[in-house]
């Protein structure tokens, strides 16, 4: 196999890597303005997220609250008045989405149609977690103690992953890039598929921690919304297109990393058939054979003086022993 071979193998593992980086720059743009508070400026961008909230349909009757709450359970009539406030003052928004570095809020436009609109986003912060007591300014009032425990631990762990979700996310794009260009020099040796591979393997390991995380981190927060605040009707619910992407992105990684392996293994630059040529000098000489010696051919052993005392003189059937070849 020669160099268009080892192209043609390389080509693979370059395309999935290329694949997965494209998909990881797909997740980490959901949410995420371009330019100040403005909504994403493509559609996609709009639609991907981990975390989603509807208050639109919020109830803020206590009769009905009450029958929604788990037995055992008073209502929070503190909560109401403090959330109720926000909602008449337009304050509170129809819907959260919460990105790996922003968070995005808006209205919907149309029920029937489902028409929303982004309002405002949240500037880009590096180790960002979505906090909606802090986004609704309710933060450090009694309604975060009346929330409860389940609440409180929720959103303390949420916060505390959520430094280290990001930094494997970042890590793990770094990553992916380096292995696309490094993965250029492959092509002309092994050496290259080897440093390759080794680049790919940290970078799919980061990227199924990255993943893994997020989804349990969020599963956690949505979990935490539903026990906590679904009696009041509010929704929560994870982005399954933004999962989707991710998890493609590790698909993908996974797929690339497996090749690249298989090039080191396998997919040889070097032509297998090496033709070597051997030309013969003119003017050279060969032996012929000897009459004397019954035609044997070959390197004869010297003999020494007196070995063979009765051997009588050469006669006439002497020979050249050498011929020019010509």
């Known amino acids: 196999m020669g160099k268009v071979g080892r192209f043609a193998c390389i080509l693979t593992p370059m395309c999935l890597t290329l694949a997965s980086l494209i998909c990881f720059v797909i997740v980490m743009l959901g949410q995420t303005p371009w330019k100040g508070n403005n909504a994403p400026a493509t559609a996609l961008g709009q639609d991907l997220y981990f975390f989603r909230a509807n208050t639109a349909n919020i109830t803020l009757d206590p009769d009905v609250v009450t029958d929604r709450l788990p037995a055992g359970v008073k209502i929070n009539n503190d909560f109401l008045n403090a959330i109720g406030a926000k909602a008449n003052s337009k304050e509170l928004k129809d819907f959260y989405q919460v990105g790996l570095f922003s968070y995005c809020e808006g209205d919907i436009v149309n029920n029937k149609t489902g028409e929303e609109k982004i309002t405002f986003c949240s500037s880009r912060k590096f180790q960002f977690h979505f906090d909606p007591l802090a986004v609704w300014q309710l933060n450090n009032t009694s309604v975060q103690t009346l929330l409860g425990d389940k609440y409180d631990k929720g959103m303390n762990l949420y ?95 996974v797929a690339s990393g497996f090749f690249w392996l298989i090039s080191v293994c396998c997919c040889s630059g070097k032509s297998p058939h090496k033709k070597i040529a051997v030309e013969k000098t003119p003017y050279t000489y060969e032996r012929v054979a000897s ?11 010297q003999e020494w003086p007196g070995s063979h005392q009765n051997k009588g003189p050469a006669g006439p059937t002497a020979y050249e022993p050498f011929r020019s070849r010509v």
């Open 291 to 301: 009459p004397a010696l019954g035609g044997q051919q070959g390197h004869q052993m």
């Open 159 to 253: 916060a505390k992953v959520a430094g280290w979700m990001n930094w494997a996310f970042v890590i793990t794009l770094v990553l992916t890039i380096v292995e696309f260009v490094v993965g250029f020099f492959a092509i002309f040796s092994r050496w290259g598929s080897l440093v390759t591979t080794i680049i790919s393997t940290a970078q799919t390991l980061f990227a199924l921690a990255a993943a893994a995380t997020a989804t349990a981190v969020y599963g956690t927060v949505t979990g935490v919304f539903k026990t906590v605040l679904e009696p009041y009707n509010i929704d929560a619910s994870m982005g399954s297109r933004m999962l989707s992407t991710l998890w493609l992105a590790v698909a993908f990684s």
